[in-house]
């Protein structure tokens, strides 16, 4: 790959060894080369990319450049680009394009951003291994049998594969750092509300953020930059000044002070991973930093308390796709006809009962045909059953019910409470280190199909990640290597912060990476 940063590419550019169009070219080539391969695009706006480099190319001849002016740039598809498709990975949103641009889009589009297309997703973003798009599973490109991570696979295995400089993802509990440590590429979730949220397809509202997916932090820096900032769109956008990220770097960690929370590193967590880790924290010492273990006593609760408030939130988010006003909808006349055909099968059993005397079946059968849908809500039932896959459905009918009259105090008001709990043990543990360090993945990639039928093996590989959505703070995953068994698979370490201290992981992050 000849300019495999957006940093090589820029240099380059600058000194007139390449051009806009160039580089999008050769990206296209990879494509065409790897992505039946490794399915990781739903999209590729050929034309578009390419005019958009020519026009780049001629703004920089009369001395009009643009600081991102080159940057070939993957989206993941539940971020909303006006004119492209938005699917979330979804039959229900399969045929949908967006009307209008996301807030990062717009602000990297203004920079000079090319976008070159979409990338493939968990469903509804929902999901640890890329396996439940409706557009078929991402192949992690360093080994096809073996799952990228999700659900922002597509983005990881696109940047890892070299078919752009970097994309972006969105992060819920883990979607961007997990993808990125098991596809060996850079991935930052930035603070709650550091990004804008408006154009971001909603999964759950209170935990999701926008973040990029590069092969270097310099280039995670350059593009946080451009998309972070308060935006009137989003009232959740924080009024926080923004730093100058890539002015960050180079300071390497003398003087900082690193923590590593013993119960990242309890009994689960794989022994290589954590032979790899323990290697990379001795290097930070040996670099100037300080290192002590610290305790995160509600850690063992982040699991079960995510997947209470996700499910929740995503069972509100997602009541919107009802087949009427966009998006998949059911055939209205086979609805009619199995809605006619049941209501017969009603009435036949209902006039057997009678004949028979049998006045208990008698009251059911009254029951039932009384509480008969509606041509309306029959046409709703099939169309959420037929539009939306196993996993969103899942999830769906686990917040209806923590959601429900008698359950909403058992489950989801606890969860909030327990995750006030994690929020505070973070700020406890910022008082005493500047960051925290911990594996981002308690084992390394496994094979597509492993764990499908398992639902909560699935789920407890966001066991050191989710963590970081429910308190809002920042975390950046970096490579670190490969894993011994299965070989070649990559090994990601986690470096999490305190709230909007973006700039201080990236600059450890650096540092891992020299």
Request: charged content about 25%.
């Amino acid at each position: 790959m000849e300019y495999p940063t957006f940093a090589d590419a820029r240099r380059a550019l600058d000194a007139g060894e390449t051009s806009c169009e160039a580089l999008v070219s050769s990206f296209l080539k990879r494509i065409d080369a790897r992505n039946d391969e490794i399915n990781a695009f739903t999209s590729v706006d050929q034309d578009g990319a390419l005019n958009h480099a020519r026009y780049l190319d001629s703004q920089r001849e009369r001395g009009n450049p643009r600081p991102l002016a080159g940057l070939v740039l993957a989206v993941k598809d539940n971020i909303c680009i006006r004119g492209y498709p938005v699917s979330c990975g979804s039959k229900m949103l399969a045929d949908f394009s967006s009307l209008y641009d996301a807030t990062v889009i717009d602000r990297l589009r203004d920079a000079g951003a090319i976008f070159i297309g979409k990338t493939n997703c968990d469903e509804f973003a929902m999901g640890s291994s890329n396996e439940t798009s409706h557009f078929g599973p991402v192949h992690n490109p360093h080994a096809p049998e073996y799952v990228p991570g999700g659900s922002s696979g597509g983005s990881a295995a696109a940047v890892a594969a070299g078919m752009c400089h970097a994309a972006l993802g969105s992060d819920t509990g883990g979607s961007v750092r997990q993808p990125a440590a098991f596809c060996g590429t850079v991935g930052l979730k930035p603070t709650y509300g550091r990004v804008s949220r408006s154009g971001l397809v909603a999964f759950a509202s209170s935990l999701d953020a926008i973040g990029p997916l590069t092969r270097s932090p310099e280039d995670a820096a350059i593009i946080l930059n451009i998309i972070a900032g308060e935006d009137e769109r989003d009232s959740t956008s924080a009024p926080v000044n923004v730093p100058d990220y890539p002015t960050a770097l180079g300071d390497g960690v003398e003087g900082l002070r690193l923590g590593l929370p013993t119960e990242y590193f309890a009994e689960g967590l794989d022994d290589d991973i954590r032979r790899m880790v323990t290697e990379q924290v001795d290097r930070l010492e040996d670099a100037g930093a300080t290192v002590k273990e610290v305790s995160l006593p509600h850690t063992e609760y982040g699991v079960a308390t995510y997947y209470l408030i996700a499910t929740a939130e995503a069972s509100s988010n997602l009541a919107r796709y009802d087949g009427i006003r966009y998006g998949y909808r059911a055939d209205l006349q086979e609805t009619k006809q199995a809605l006619q055909e049941r209501r017969e099968e009603l009435k036949a059993e209902l006039a057997t009962a009678r004949t028979q005397g049998e006045e208990a079946r008698v009251d059911t059968l009254e029951a039932q045909l009384d509480d008969e849908q509606s041509t309306l809500d029959a046409l709703y039932t099939r169309t959420r059953t037929e539009g939306f896959g196993d996993e969103v459905k899942r999830r769906i009918m686990l917040g209806t019910y923590a959601l429900s009259a008698g359950y909403h105090d058992k489950y989801y008001e606890k969860a909030q409470r327990v995750r006030t709990l994690i929020r505070h043990d973070f700020e406890q543990t910022f008082e005493e280190v500047d960051a925290l360090v911990t594996p981002t993945t308690p084992t390394p990639p496994f094979q597509i199909g492993e764990k499908a039928d398992d639902p909560l093996e699935m789920y407890l590989n966001d066991i050191y990640t989710v963590t970081a959505n429910l308190a809002g703070l920042p975390g950046l995953t970096v490579p670190i290597g490969t894993h011994p068994d299965p070989p070649n698979l990559p090994v990601g370490l986690q470096l999490l912060g305190s709230h909007f201290d973006e700039a201080l992981l990236l600059r450890v992050g650096e540092t891992i990476m020299e």
